[in-house]
């Protein structure tokens, strides 16, 4: 091995490390401003530049939280005097995944430059073998995560991502139901808006079970938000499959009556 492929290998070994710990510094050091990721999620042009790479990150740390693993099984460089690749295969699913899944492993490719003696990665490719993609129950509990990662934030926008532009909500509080995406960021934003400091939610014993392009979800929601207490709630929610993202066509929460 030379001393360009010991390099090149301790920087992809410590950047899959960063990711499964979470370190978000850690994944964006030796990467290019100007990288282009193909990630195996939309959008189908890539995610380009460093700032959208960055963003692509948190909704996959939280949904690793619940229980994924993000593992190197094989590594091969090839490096030459300036540019270098390097394809992988890596065990990235949740137990349950690799359980039903043993062999199931996400595909890696990375190229890379030195520029001023140092090795940059300016270009990644991470794909499942059609077939072999990430279950449908995983991708939807990915959202789950997500969102408990954009209210931690207070990221309306990024709440909004997987919620249909014709949704029908049927929330705590009235009217009887909220339709339409912009009436559902309205309830959110005074949810927010209603803590003076942070907020969290999380759905521990989330249900989901999936049928072809639809599926449904509930389990009870955990919000905690400062200066304005802690609650439990119950949630359902229906998803549907549109171009190969789960987006939510109606929820319903609730909290029983005393």
């Keep these: 091995m030379t001393d360009d492929e010991r390099q090149i290998r301790e920087l992809i070994e410590n950047w899959a490390r960063a990711v499964h710990t979470g370190d978000l510094d850690a994944v964006l050091a030796d990467h290019a401003p100007d990288l282009v990721m193909y990630d195996v999620q939309p959008p189908q042009q890539g995610i380009r530049g460093i700032d959208a790479y960055r963003d692509a990150w948190p909704?996959?740390?939280?949904?690793?939280?619940?229980?994924a693993?993000?593992?190197?099984?094989?590594?091969?460089?090839?490096?030459?005097?300036?540019?270098?690749?390097?394809?992988?295969?890596?065990?990235c699913?949740?137990?349950?995944?690799?359980?039903?899944?043993?062999?199931?492993?996400?595909r890696l490719t990375i190229g890379l430059r030195k520029i001023d003696d140092r090795w940059i990665v300016t270009h990644e490719h991470h794909s499942f073998a059609i077939g072999a993609e990430a279950d449908d129950e995983d991708?939807?509990?990915?959202?789950?995560?997500?969102?408990?990662?954009?209210?931690?934030?207070?990221?309306?926008?990024?709440?909004?991502?997987?919620?249909?532009?014709?949704v029908v909500s049927y929330e705590h509080i009235a009217p009887l139901s909220y339709v339409g995406r912009d009436a559902v960021r309205q309830v959110c934003k005074q949810g927010l808006d209603?803590?003076?400091?942070?907020?969290?939610?999380?759905?521990?014993?989330?249900?989901?079970?999936?049928?072809?392009?639809l599926a449904v979800s509930w389990g009870?929601?955990?919000?905690?938000?400062?200066g304005a207490g802690e609650s439990w709630s119950r949630a359902t929610r229906v998803f549907h499959k549109r171009d190969g993202e789960w987006v939510v066509i109606h929820q319903h929460l609730s909290f029983p009556l005393t």
């Design 194 to 213: 209603a803590s003076s400091g942070d907020v969290r939610m999380e759905t521990p014993d989330l249900a989901v079970r999936v049928g072809d392009d």
């Design 69 to 91: 693993m993000f593992e190197i099984v094989e590594l091969d460089i090839t490096a030459g005097t300036d540019v270098a690749f390097a394809y992988a295969l890596l065990r």
């Design 139 to 166: 991708e939807i509990r990915a959202v789950h995560a997500k969102w408990a990662d954009r209210t931690e934030a207070k990221d309306l926008d990024g709440l909004m991502e997987n919620i249909d532009p014709e």
């Design 220 to 226: 009870l929601d955990h919000v905690v938000a400062e």
């Design 59 to 67: 909704p996959f740390f939280a949904w690793q939280h619940a229980g």
């Design 93 to 106: 699913d949740t137990t349950a995944g690799l359980v039903n899944k043993p062999d199931n492993r996400l």
